[in-house]
């Protein structure tokens, strides 16, 4: 299946700002940002712990609604858009 | 790119404008639209780009996450202090020093209404709308926030 | 009448204007003035004639002594909120349903000492500020606050 | 001695926008508004109340300073502006 990933500020910066990963049936949120890691070093340092864990900072969306760390294990679905982004800062 | 939107989910009785654009805005064409005679008081706010010793200020949004994020404060503020309108343009892209990058502006009845409302849209703004500054310097750059 | 005076006793630092008169005024301009590369906020407060059923507002003060006051508060605004620069316009004379009544600007670094500056002022010139205003309406006519 | 006297809002509309006082030297306060009472039966009955004491809400200002309820026995000097006047509503 078809993943939007869309990326924001420091993390566009690493990943590019839209990619499309093609992901197994099923795959999870935290399986999504296994692949998001491989793909890119500093994102992996800079978005995780060394224990694995996606750092508390790290803010994740899926199809422009928040996604909280109990979400991690949802399944996503063909055609879902997921982002990732540092704390915001507008105004 | 440009994102123009109409709220599109307006408070009853409210007007509400909400933008997300990388062209420059003029405040008084906005007051001048805020102003109603069920209105008393227009608050505005109008955030610039500070002289913090940098170069220029690079903005960035989410825009469809923004725009939406930005029409639910828009309506909480305009039920939770009664106000008359709502508007909110915030800019995008490379800024200078001095540069306009972001207004509200509310009406309401009453002062405190205005000031209260003005004050709640600028804090959530800032706390929940996935937009991004990004300072650079002569001597380097950073994520504001991060 | 019109009384203009620029600020007779400026907080040292802060740019301060403040005026009495019958002229409209126009936001725009002052807004413009206010922003500055040291201010990262402006917040303005516009207060206009309400239609409460009333047909015209006359607006009266104590000129020097309104000027005085106002002078006073724009300083303690500066020194309290550390303000950038405030601007202080109050109308008098027979206004209409929707006119321009008072105008407050400030700027400031940050937004919280730029809200707060502009809400202390607002709030002192209603208590202290020796200035009336006195609506009319069909059947009558009564001075607000008394 | 001259004392000028002026009036706002709904007080002027009693006792004229400015008049002069011609008093006794070193006349006080209080007997500054004894005689514009006098003047005038309306500006009386609306600022003082049954017993003769200046009611409340009724602000004064000597030279534009605010005159409190302490001062009523100062003695005023010739040239002294006095401003008597409601609460006020500006804003």
């Known amino acids: 299946m078809k993943i939007k990933v869309r990326a924001f500020a420091s993390f566009r910066e690493m990943l590019g700002s839209e990619l499309e990963l093609d992901l197994p049936d099923e795959s999870s949120v935290q399986e999504l940002l296994d692949a998001l890691a491989s793909l890119n070093p500093r994102f992996c340092s800079e978005a995780f712990d060394r224990s694995g864990l996606l750092k508390d900072y790290v803010l994740l969306m899926k199809n422009r609604k928040r996604l909280d760390r109990d979400s991690m294990n949802q399944a996503l679905e063909d055609g879902d858009e997921v982002a990732v982004f540092p704390p915001v800062s507008g105004g | ?146």
């Not at chain 2, 933008?19 to 069920?38: H, L, N, V």
């Not at chain 2, 404060?73 to 039920?79: L, T, Y």
């Open chain 2, 1 to 146: 790119m440009e994102t123009r939107s109409p709220s599109f989910r307006p408070c009853p009785g409210a007007e509400t404008l909400i933008e997300i654009t990388e062209d420059d805005f003029c405040p008084q064409e906005i007051i001048e639209r805020a102003k109603s005679t069920a209105a008393g008081a227009v608050v505005t706010f109008l955030g610039t780009v500070r002289d913090d010793g940098l170069r220029e200020m690079v903005v960035e949004a989410y825009p469809e996450a923004a725009l939406a994020e930005l029409d639910k404060i828009c309506n909480e503020a305009a039920d939770r202090f009664g106000l008359t309108s709502v508007y909110i343009i915030h800019r995008l892209g490379r800024l200078a020093v001095g540069d306009n990058i972001v207004l509200i502006v509310v009406s309401a009845a009453h002062r405190r209404e205005a000031f209260g409302g003005c004050s709640f849209i600028l804090e959530e703004l800032k706390s929940r709308v996935p937009i991004w500054k990004k300072e650079i310097f002569d001597g380097g750059e950073r994520w504001v926030g991060t």
